[in-house]
């Protein structure tokens, strides 16, 4: 018996050039059609079993970080992949029936029930992926059925994204005149020299101090702003501001709110001591309660803009409450760089807030 899905030998010799380019081509599209199609159902059934997974495990605090970490070490994977195929059986979640045996996947694809909300799988992985980051749900199925029946390319598809976002509303304050923020952004591996009991000392901020060695110490001056490059001797640099300082690369460990998250902050850079964990406070934003649904969705649109970014913040301290304030920016595989507090106020998430009290950090 033939293989299934072979293309079927010819019983003659092929009559001309044209007939065997015309074969030719009909195989390779087909072919590279069901690799697609292969690719993007792997995809949306692995996604499916790492989403199940962390729902069984739902109460344990921080799991599904974990996990996707555990899986990316054993088994070799990306875990932006990992969390991108999650995303994707979570935001389609109609798009193929659960994955059982395999025995009887083909059969139920056959007999799976029609529903208005279900998307054919003719759409790329490029297609899913460009639809993603969509937060509202019936955009997104929308688009898709529109890029399924017309046949859109991925381009065209990300046009009609992009024509589509320019034609929202931008949101401005209530309590300003401004409808954005202007970034505080310093410069990393940039510090202040103070003096303490007689002893010149390096502030990276935190709390965090180092003494100056002898010969550092007849260099500099108290109040010098100074560059620490990693492995490298420290540098003046002249004409430098406060405004330099308190710049550092940090990794999310957990968003509590909208505009709360706790970060692991690299003092010298992400390869070198000292680390430190602090809970911070976007600067001059406020985004709705936790409790609401409006504080859930705000929260959730934080934890998808962060996700896969390198994240760098600049800090702030008020000096009533001794908490830290904190000015985020995202930056992508491109290179391009997004600041979030900014994003929260664009996308309606959050309003400005320059009034803090003590409670502003319980959360």
């Known amino acids: 018996m033939a293989e299934i899905g072979l293309v079927k030998k010819s019983s003659g010799p092929l009559a001309s050039y044209a007939e065997l380019r015309r074969r030719v081509r ?30 069984l495990n739902r109460l344990r605090a921080r799991y599904g970080e974990e996990v996707l970490r555990k899986l990316s070490r054993d088994e070799g994977v990306s875990e932006s992949v990992l969390d991108r195929c999650k995303q994707f059986a979570e935001k389609f979640p109609r798009l193929f029936p659960k994955p059982i045996s395999a025995a009887r996947q083909k059969s139920l694809l056959s007999s799976y029930p029609a529903s208005k909300n279900d998307i054919k799988t003719q759409l790329t992985w490029s297609h899913f992926r460009t639809l993603l980051p969509l ?92 560059r620490k490059l990693p492995g490298r001797e420290m540098e003046k640099l002249e004409g430098g501001g406060k405004s330099l300082l308190y710049t550092y690369e940090a990794d999310v ?4 709110d909208a505009d709360t998250i706790w970060m692991k902050i690299y003092l010298e850079g992400r390869q070198r001591a000292p680390w430190v964990k602090e809970k911070l406070r976007l600067r001059d934003i406020d985004a709705a309660e936790i409790k609401t649904p409006e504080g859930r969705a ?46 929260l106020l664009e996308n309606g998430h959050a309003r400005i807030k320059t009034d803090w009290s003590l409670e502003d950090w319980e959360a």
């Not at 952004?185 to 180092?210: C, H, M, P, S």
Request: glycine fraction near 6%.
């Open 298 to 343: 705000a929260k959730k649109f934080v934890e998808d803009q962060v996700r896969n970014k390198r994240i760098l913040i600049t800090t702030t301290k008020p000096d009533k409450w001794d908490r830290y304030l904190s000015d985020v920016f995202l930056i992508s595989e491109s290179g391009e760089e997004l600041y979030l507090n900014n994003l």
């Open 26 to 55: 009909e195989t390779l599209l087909w072919g590279q059609q069901r690799i697609e199609e292969e690719r993007v159902r792997t995809y949306w059934d692995t996604g499916w079993w790492v989403k199940e997974h962390i729902l």
């Open 253 to 256: 460990t957990r968003v509590v």
């Open 135 to 226: 937060e509202d749900d019936k955009l997104r199925l929308r688009l898709a059925r529109r890029a399924e029946r017309h046949g859109w390319t991925v381009q065209e598809l990300e046009a009609r994204i992009k024509s589509l976002r320019k034609s929202l509303p931008q949101p401005r304050s209530p309590l300003s005149g401004r409808a954005f923020l202007k970034p505080k952004k310093g410069e990393l591996f940039t510090y202040r020299i103070i003096e303490d009991g007689g002893v010149l000392a390096l502030d990276q901020g935190f709390a965090k101090y180092w003494n100056l060695s002898p010969g550092e110490a007849k260099r500099f001056l108290e109040g010098d702003i100074v």
